[in-house]
């Protein structure tokens, strides 16, 4: 039987888990020669739009290297039949881990300290402004999920006291509940973003929210940049409304809005929540499991669940 043809949008990491996928299957990376191609290789950035999926008649699994499916036209997927699978729980670790270390980089100044001690200042003299505390403070987490509940696991063991929010509460959790942002916002001091992407969570986070946060709160988004509106943000961090930020993701990305890249009391990644090897290659390996028992016509080992 000859090798099934996939097309990859972006190759799985690092480039041995690729070279498998490769050895395993005829790739193509151009759309426009898909027409009788059963299977996408995307990630949780790129996902696979609207006007992707209808280029692609013969499509009938969406392999997402990711846990985020707010780009994918899942309508259109349910519509025809078309199975999604993602890559959950062996990334949470990497994920949660980065949002500690953004809210430790933003409370601690440790982004302004790098570019203050290579300028000079240091030896010249100079003092940074002193930084705020961050463990054992009251965090709170919007979005519930793996990632979340694997942060506030990891926030708890710092001597945090957590508050969630979710669409519903949690009985089984040791967290406290808070039924919307704008609260739990209001009774944290640390406030992590771990929510899913898309239309339901566009602008959770806005003015009204950030000034609830108050002026010693920090704000860490590791999950869609559209959740935090940037204005409102932009705002906030310039009029001392809150007392930091640590993004990961932006709305807009790659492209950062200047007032972000101009303030200093914000400290910026390039999406690289899930980037450790060891988080990237268990991802690969799900893909790639789930791509060999959608040929083999078994179960998929981690479908899509919303
Ligand atoms: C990306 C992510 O998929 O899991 C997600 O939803 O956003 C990321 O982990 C990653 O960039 C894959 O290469």
Same mark, same amino acid.
């Given at each position: 039987?000859?090798?099934?043809? =996939?097309?990859?949008?972006? &190759?799985?990491?690092?480039?041995?888990?690729?070279?498998?996928?490769?050895? &395993?299957?005829?790739?193509?990376? &151009?759309?426009?020669?898909?027409?009788?191609?059963?299977?996408?290789?995307?990630?949780?950035?790129?996902?696979?739009?609207?006007?992707?999926?209808?280029?692609?008649?013969? @499509?009938? @699994?969406?392999?997402?290297?990711?846990?985020?499916?707010?780009?994918?036209?899942?309508?259109?997927?349910?519509?025809?039949?078309?199975?999604?699978?993602?890559?959950?729980?062996?990334?949470?670790?990497?994920?949660?881990?980065?949002?500690?270390?953004?809210?430790?980089?933003?409370?601690?100044?440790?982004?302004?300290?790098?570019? $203050?001690?290579?300028?000079?200042?240091?030896?010249?003299?100079?003092?940074?402004?002193?930084?705020?505390?961050?463990?054992?403070?009251?965090?709170?987490?919007?979005?519930?999920?793996?990632?979340?509940?694997?942060?506030?696991?990891?926030?708890?063991?710092?001597?945090?006291?957590?508050?969630? !929010?979710?669409?519903?509460?949690?009985?089984?959790?040791?967290?406290?509940?808070?039924?919307?942002?704008?609260?739990?916002?209001?009774?944290?001091?640390?406030? $992590?973003?771990?929510?899913?992407?898309?239309?339901?969570?566009?602008?959770?986070?806005?003015?009204?929210?950030?000034?609830?946060?108050?002026?010693?709160?920090? =704000?860490?988004?590791?999950?869609?940049?559209?959740?935090?509106?940037?204005?409102?943000?932009?705002?906030?961090?310039?009029?001392?409304?809150?007392?930091?930020?640590?993004?990961?993701?932006?709305?807009?990305?790659?492209?950062?809005?200047?007032?972000?890249?101009?303030?200093?009391?914000?400290?910026?990644?390039?999406?690289?929540?899930?980037? !450790?090897?060891?988080?990237?290659?268990?991802?690969?390996?799900?893909?790639?499991?789930?791509?060999?028992? $959608?040929?083999?016509?078994?179960?998929?080992? !981690?479908?899509?669940?919303?």
């Amino acid at each position: 039987m000859s090798k099934p043809r =996939i097309l990859v949008l972006a &190759d799985p990491k690092p480039q041995d888990m690729a070279d498998r996928l490769a050895a &395993d299957y005829r790739i193509t990376r &151009d759309i426009a020669d898909a027409g009788d191609v059963q299977i996408v290789v995307t990630t949780g950035g790129l996902g696979l739009s609207s006007a992707q999926m209808a280029a692609l008649p013969a @499509l009938r @699994l969406i392999a997402v290297n990711g846990v985020g499916v707010d780009a994918v036209d899942l309508d259109q997927a349910r519509a025809r039949g078309i199975q999604v699978s993602t890559t959950p729980d062996v990334l949470s670790d990497a994920v949660a881990e980065l949002a500690l270390a953004l809210a430790l980089a933003t409370g601690r100044r440790i982004a302004e300290g790098d570019r $203050f001690t290579r300028a000079g200042h240091w030896a010249a003299g100079g003092n940074l402004a002193m930084g705020m505390p961050v463990l054992g403070r009251r965090a709170g987490i919007l979005g519930y999920g793996r990632i979340g509940r694997r942060l506030a696991a990891m926030l708890r063991a710092l001597g945090s006291e957590v508050l969630y !929010t979710s669409r519903s509460e949690k009985p089984d959790s040791p967290d406290g509940f808070r039924p919307d942002a704008a609260t739990l916002a209001r009774d944290c001091e640390l406030l $992590f973003v771990t929510a899913a992407g898309g239309e339901g969570t566009r602008g959770l986070i806005g003015a009204a929210e950030l000034a609830a946060l108050g002026p010693s709160g920090l =704000i860490v988004n590791v999950a869609r940049g559209p959740v935090v509106d940037n204005a409102a943000l932009i705002a906030a961090l310039q009029d001392g409304i809150i007392a930091g930020a640590g993004l990961d993701v932006v709305d807009g990305e790659p492209d950062v809005p200047q007032g972000l890249l101009d303030a200093p009391n914000c400290v910026l990644t390039p999406h690289i929540g899930s980037a !450790t090897d060891a988080a990237r290659r268990a991802m690969a390996q799900l893909v790639l499991d789930n791509i060999a028992a $959608f040929v083999a016509g078994r179960p998929l080992p !981690t479908p899509y669940q919303p």
